[in-house]
Antibody, heavy 120, light 110 residues
Framework: EVQLVESGGGLVQPGGSLRLSCAAS????????MNWVRQAPGKGLEWVSY????????YYADSVKGRFTISRDNAKNSLYLQVNSLRDEDTAVYYC?????????????WGQGTLVTVSS | QSVLTQPPSVSAAPGQKVTISCSGR????????VSWYQQLPGTAPKLLIY???KRPSGIPDRFSGSKSGTSATLGITGLQTGDEADYYC???????????FGGGTKLTVL
């Protein structure tokens, strides 16, 4: 059974940093592209970042470019998102999701999410 | 303002059919595959449709997808109260080099 379990969220002050993690199991993690998608309270889905299976291809949404860094450790079956220079508008549930972005774009498994709250 | 445009809400009676539209442009829907997601209250999104019109294993054939030009449509037949959820379309935008989602449509089964 495919499982994605996020962790690392919490309350952080504006300008602060966090490292989000996603532990994967039930599939060959090293052969799949992975994504982070976030959802602000009461709002819609916003894609954040993608990393290919080999880490050769990485994309970011303009809203986080230069502040967030996606990475993965295939030996540990783990996906990460380093979030720096946090702003109020980064408050959201952050989901990791399995899937590629090109040429086929879909996310077939999602974690339960981890909440990041940016507030002073 | 989302790159893809969906109606904020739709409603229909149990047993009826409903369609949800998703409008974009040539840089996204017009030249890339569309996927659809269902998000039940308080849960993570779930893939409903991929590659415009394909259903993952376990998704009933009451759910269907189609694409024409720069628009896509999700259809749901035989509506059930358990279908009440938010529905999102998504695709790749070649101009933005980013995945884009619609703003979401809240389905109410009256």
């Amino acid at each position: 059974e495919v499982q994605l379990v996020e962790s690392g969220g919490g309350l952080v002050q504006p300008g602060g940093s966090l490292r989000l993690s996603c532990a994967a199991s039930g599939f060959t993690f090293s052969t799949y592209g992975m994504n982070w998608v976030r959802q602000a309270p009461g709002k819609g889905l916003e894609w954040v970042s993608y990393i290919s299976s080999s880490t050769s291809t990485i994309y970011y949404a303009d809203s986080v470019k230069g502040r967030f860094t996606i990475s993965r450790d295939n030996a540990k079956n783990s996906l990460y998102l380093q979030v720096n220079s946090l702003r109020d508008e980064d408050t959201a549930v952050y989901y990791c999701a399995r899937g590629m972005v090109l040429p086929y774009n879909f996310f077939d498994y999602w974690g339960q999410g981890t909440l990041v709250t940016v507030s002073s | 303002q989302s790159v893809l445009t969906q109606p904020p809400s739709v409603s229909a009676a149990p047993g009826q059919k409903v369609t949800i539209s998703c409008s974009g442009r040539s840089s996204n829907i017009g030249n890339n595959y569309v996927s659809w997601y269902q998000q039940l209250p308080g849960t993570a999104p779930k893939l409903l449709i991929y590659d415009n019109n394909k259903r993952p294993s376990g998704i009933p054939d009451r759910f269907s997808g189609s694409k024409s030009g720069t628009s896509a449509t999700l259809g749901i037949t035989g509506l059930q109260t358990g279908d009440e959820a938010d529905y999102y379309c998504g695709t790749w935008d070649s101009s933005l080099s980013a995945v884009v989602f619609g703003g979401g449509t809240k389905l109410t089964v009256l």
